[in-house]
């Protein structure tokens, strides 16, 4: 069997391998936002409020909870309780009038700290208002994070990468196990650290404060502790396998291989997205194809500076095997694209397409190089033509280079959450329960934000029986912006539940509900609530 057939073999049993693991995994991670709290943003309360609450899309952890008062002091805020995705926290007793912050930061299923703030005011707003969340960012913890990042992409796909290249494609040199080395022993020391920076993210604390024990069991206790332990595997099964020959350096360099696969599988904002069956191996199979399409470029750049004379076979192997690999992490970069974005607009309105924009620029001209080495200076290089070679030569370095660029703006990816997040927190309804002793409703408003909504509305009787209403009216009213009585009726199709549809909600904030019940031609019903609109 030639080293083709074998890296082909390879290659396609450490896929079906990983992708048949990945299917078992029963965790449904996702990227928790916050779809409503109390007091509302930018409200003003008459008086100090008993207790807060914050209620996001999934459910979360808390991690730090922070009062900010009109004088800039911070008071923990340690005493909560977690009900499903509503976080009720008791506030501190005899609070001022003025501006207040709350500030917040828990941890998503998916792994990722979410931070915020709402501010609102007793009695009347501060003069000067407590700081922002945004001036509260640490540039240096979230600095550090993204270095931290792309040490772990380096060791894994250069370091990992380079082990398996070498064991199953050739080019083995003294130089070319130095620099696979030297890559393996930085992500040896990044994927530590990376928890000890999750965690101070987590928490919201400085690097001062790293050593400390609880920051590192934070980081661990996240989605990243996974990532974390795999990737560490994946770093020592590389180390090993270049210490190794014959077999058992292939046998370990493909444990170390799936492991890049799983682990970056395992934690991040596209292995979180629905449907887990087919994200989770999409990123397996993206991560693989990087890692062997990068793996390459290191032997391939020392083999042909240091004039190996096995360059020319090297190459040559490569190139047939490599179009198998750059399939797979196109296609699952396609793939998950598609589903991260969800729209072509959100390449330029968001954070996150931006990101995905830069680093398709720079994937072009990568893929330029790649395509212009295999079509126009493979086959002189192997025939031994010098300035094929040179051009050769240079057109790997440039690869090189284009590669890390591209590892660096991948871990920007790090701090911007994804459209399909972002569009699943808007999308969100709003949702009251009232209740008395002749009725009660559940209203919905979908989404719940402002702007065109979609209302439902479930009666019953106030001890939960069934309500046979002859009419249902729905009525929402804004009185702080000035905004009367809008009246709705509601149709009942056929389903049980109560509809109103084309209902435009023009501010955020909180509005108050009435639902009118026509229990009979002589009972009229009125259940009155507020509910809160978010922007």
């Known amino acids: 069997m030639t080293a083709i057939a074998r890296a082909t073999r390879a290659m396609l049993f450490a896929a079906l391998l990983g992708i048949a693991s990945l299917l078992q995994m029963q965790a449904a991670f996702a990227h928790a936002s916050l779809i409503g709290v109390e007091p509302v943003d930018g409200s003003v309360i008459a008086a100090a409020p008993a207790s807060f609450s914050l209620s996001f899309s999934e459910p979360t952890s808390p991690l730090s909870l922070k009062l900010i008062g009109p004088g800039g002091a911070a008071t923990a805020l340690d005493r909560y309780a977690l009900r499903d995705a509503t976080l009720d926290i008791v506030a501190p007793g005899g609070l001022a009038n003025g501006t207040y912050v709350l500030s917040w930061r828990v941890v998503s299923e998916d792994g990722h700290p979410v931070g915020g703030s709402s501010v609102f005011s007793i009695g009347a707003p501060s003069a000067n208002a407590p700081p922002s969340e945004a001036e509260l960012v640490d540039w240096p913890v979230r600095i550090a994070i993204w270095l931290a990042r792309l040490g772990t992409y380096v060791g894994l796909f250069l370091g990992v990468g380079g082990a398996f290249f070498l064991h199953w494609i050739g080019g083995r040199s003294r130089t070319a196990t130095y620099f696979g080395t030297a890559s393996l022993s930085l992500g040896l020391v990044a994927v530590p650290v990376s928890i000890g920076l999750q965690g101070l993210d987590a928490l919201g604390a400085s690097l001062s404060v790293l050593s400390d024990p609880i920051v590192w069991k934070t980081g661990f206790g996240t989605s990243l502790g996974s990532l ?38 395992a934690s991040g904002h596209a292995s979180a997205a629905h449907p887990q069956w087919l994200t989770r191996p999409a990123v397996f199979l993206h991560a693989v194809g990087i890692a062997f399409w990068a793996c390459a470029l290191i032997p391939l750049a020392v083999a042909f500076v240091s004039r190996s004379a096995d360059a020319p076979m090297v190459l040559r192997r490569f190139s047939k095997v490599v179009p198998l690999a750059v399939l797979s992490l196109v296609a699952a970069g396609l793939l998950l694209g598609v589903i991260q974005l969800g729209s072509i607009d959100a390449l330029w309105r968001t954070a996150y397409g931006v990101v995905f924009l830069v680093k398709l620029a720079l994937l ?24 094929a070679v040179l051009r050769l030569r240079r057109s790997i370095l440039a690869e090189i280079a284009l590669v890390v660029a591209i590892f660096a703006v991948a871990g920007a990816w790090r701090f911007t959450p994804p459209p399909r997040a972002l569009a699943m927190a808007a999308a969100a309804p709003a949702s009251i329960h009232i209740h008395t002793e002749k009725a009660m409703a559940d209203l919905t ?3 719940g934000r402002a702007g065109p909504v979609r209302a439902s509305i479930v009666v019953m009787t106030g001890d939960f029986g069934p309500l046979d209403a002859k009419a249902v009216t729905l009525v929402l009213s804004n009185p702080s912006v000035g905004i009367e009585a809008i009246r709705r009726p509601a149709t009942k199709p056929g389903d049980g539940t109560w509809h109103v549809d084309e209902l435009t909600l023009p501010v955020s904030g909180r509005w108050t509900a009435r639902i009118d019940i026509l229990v009979s031609d002589f009972d009229l019903v009125k259940l009155e609530d507020t509910i809160d609109i978010r922007p």
């Open 228 to 265: 974390a332990s795999l990737a560490f595997a994946a770093l020592l099964c590389g180390l090993l396998a270049f210490r190794l020959n014959g077999l058992g350096g292939r046998v370990i360099s493909l444990i170390g291989l799936l492991l890049v696969g799983a682990a970056l599988a």
């Open 364 to 387: 072009v001209p990568l893929f330029a190089l790649a395509a212009v080495n295999r079509v126009w200076l493979t086959t002189p290089a192997e025939q031994g033509d010098a300035r």
């Open 445 to 447: 408003i979908t989404p």
